[in-house]
């Protein structure tokens, strides 16, 4: 191209040059040859032509480095360039999420060291995945130019499943399934008979709970048991099937089986996990219930405006600081914090002051054992923190107080506990009905991990020890409960979008018989990709999801995860004939 412009640059010279005579062809010594202008005029042209090429180069490339098929950026529909990040973060992420089980299985065949490889594409993917999820929270929150952001969701998805499908080759060639196959169905036969049994436990305990606690208190405990009974029907199927295939020598079908029961039996793990740590949230929320209820109505009381209160409206508390003049809204705060605290003594049965003055507690957050005989079930106490901790913001906000030192951290405990609880129980959520969950859901889950770490992180054995000494630090902890607190707000908003989701997409099987027992539930937790979308349209996933495949998923990105195949073995027809 530079040489065709340059070419062009010449031929203009002819015409620039005026025609002269014959008889001027040598002009008198004191006259100025035309002759002279030829040269600058065409360094000039050349110069120009040169530069237009470059330019036109560096946008071309960089148009062809952002954009996939390397179409430029502006040529791309705002609403195609959506439907692609958003398709291409639900994929990433199911390949990432699948990834990661199939690994804790080699990891237990071969060892963590032999892996150590496959575990740095993996996290590599995810940091990508992670960054591509901030930059659509990002957007969703209006937050930068919407175009460069969903081009960054794009570009750091494609990097992901580039580095998941790069490791993919060698990954296969560690666990060589061809050769160990038989092995690994006996591993993970083993691993199904404690699961099995697992299971049944978690049920008893879940009875307990059911007797102790509010509906909504163990709802997700109730739910994740359900699909634990689900997926081990499943995995018994599959495994049994993996042993007929090797009784007839079909290596190749048993390794297809034997990968949708591991997938399988990963999520068994999962789901009873969820229920005991659940079962542990609620003991601790328990614990600290009391203690909260009683520094909630001290607050609530010190911030109402009266004869004897502080210049900022309301009396002084140990361990917050002195308020300033407060906003209009501190009288509807104080009502709302009074009828929260009220709301939360009914249904916990825990007395007022008058009642409470026995002695029997000891430091805030430490409670004596018979305080726990006048509580009255049913009840929520993770959600009774929750309301608290929101009334105490409300009261902050309206006063314009930063909760500091002791005080600070009291509460920080509180928040984060409930932010974990809600955070872990809509991963577990997602990773288990990730066939169905769509982008928004997962969008707001990671960023509320990412909330989530960076208070973790801030309060850190230093930061817990350390006592604020300046208007900075105070800041510091109070942005620091604020983020805990807005991460279980968003963990919520996740785990609703996702329930949400889940109902709309259906039952891809039409029952659990179809296929294969329990193939119905296996569809929805991602361990079968299905093989055509359950609804004509499908918003939350860009365009109709999993179209292709029909097997279960193996480690890596978007263009290997499949490569196992075996779709037809999990249709929505009849099964396969098992040998007799």
């Not at 008979?193 to 909504?216: F, K, N």
């Not at 739910?223 to 009784?247: I, P, S, Y």
């Not at 003594?345 to 029997?360: F, L, Q, V, Y």
Request: charged share 25%; hydrophobic share 40%; net charge negative.
């Amino acid at each position: 191209m530079c040489g065709g412009l340059l070419g062009a640059g010449w031929l203009t010279l002819a015409f620039l040059a005026p025609a002269l005579p014959a008889d001027a062809a040598s002009p008198a010594p004191d006259d100025t040859s035309t002759g002279d202008l030829v040269l600058p005029l065409a360094v000039l042209l050349a110069a120009v032509a040169l530069a237009a090429y470059t330019y036109i180069r560096r946008r071309r490339r960089q148009a062809t480095r952002t954009t996939p098929g390397g179409a430029a950026p502006d040529a791309v529909p705002l609403d195609e360039l959506d439907r692609r990040a958003r398709r291409a973060l639900v994929e990433t992420d199911d390949c990432i999420r699948a990834s990661r089980e199939e690994l804790a299985c080699a990891v237990r065949q071969l060892g963590p060291e032999a892996l150590g490889g496959c575990a740095t594409a993996l996290a590599a993917a995810e940091g990508e995945l992670a960054a591509a999820f901030h930059a659509r929270q990002q957007a969703d929150e209006g937050h930068g130019d919407t175009r460069e952001l969903l081009t960054s969701v794009v570009t750091h998805c494609a990097a992901a499943g580039r580095r998941l499908d790069a490791a993919a080759a060698g990954f296969d060639q560690l666990r060589a399934l061809e050769r160990t196959v038989a092995e690994e169905v006996g591993r993970t036969q083993s691993r199904f008979r404690e699961l099995a049994a697992r299971v049944t436990e978690v049920e008893a305990l879940l009875g307990g709970l059911r007797a102790r606690y509010a509906p909504t208190a163990v709802l997700p405990a109730t739910g994740a048991l359900e699909q634990a009974k689900d997926r081990l029907v499943f995995t018994t199927v599959q495994l049994n099937r993996a042993h007929q295939e090797l009784d007839r020598g079909e290596s190749r079908t048993a390794i297809t089986h034997l990968r949708a029961a591991e997938g399988a039996v990963e999520q068994v793990a999962v789901l009873t996990a969820a229920v005991q740590r659940h079962a542990t949230e609620l003991a601790a929320a328990e614990r600290l219930l009391p203690a909260a209820l009683e520094t909630a109505e001290a607050e609530v009381t010190a911030a109402a405006p009266g004869p004897a209160t502080a210049p900022g409206g309301g009396a002084t508390v140990p361990g917050v600081a002195p308020p300033e003049p407060a906003r209009g809204d501190l009288p509807g705060r104080v009502a709302v914090g009074e009828a929260v605290v009220k709301a939360v003594r009914r249904e916990t049965g825990i007395g007022g002051a008058e009642t409470e003055s026995d002695g029997s507690e000891g430091s805030e957050g430490e409670v004596s054992g018979d305080r726990f005989d006048r509580f009255v079930a049913p009840y929520d106490p993770v959600d009774a923190l929750r309301r608290l901790e929101s009334a105490l913001a409300g009261i902050d906000a309206a006063t314009r107080r930063v909760p500091d030192g002791d005080h600070a951290l009291v509460r920080l405990e509180r928040a984060l506990l409930t932010a974990r609880g809600t955070t872990a129980a809509a991963t577990d959520f997602v990773t288990t009905h990730r066939g169905a969950v769509g982008c928004a859901a997962r969008t707001r889950l990671a960023a509320a991990q990412r909330l989530l770490d960076r208070a973790e992180g801030a309060k850190g054995p230093e930061a817990a020890q350390a006592t604020p000494t300046s208007d900075a630090q105070a800041t510091s902890a109070a942005d620091t409960l604020a983020d805990a607190r807005r991460a279980d707000s968003l963990a919520r908003e996740a785990a609703s979008l996702a329930e949400r989701d889940v109902r709309a997409y259906g039952t891809p099987y039409g029952g659990a018989t179809g296929g294969a027992a329990g193939a119905s539930g296996a569809v929805l937790g991602g361990i079968l990709l299905a093989t055509a979308p359950a609804t004509a349209t499908d918003p939350a996933h860009g365009e109709p999801p999993h179209t292709t495949g029909g097997g279960p998923p193996s480690f890596g990105g978007p263009a290997t995860r499949s490569r196992r195949g075996g779709g037809a073995l999990f249709g929505a027809g009849p099964p396969p004939e098992t040998a007799p």
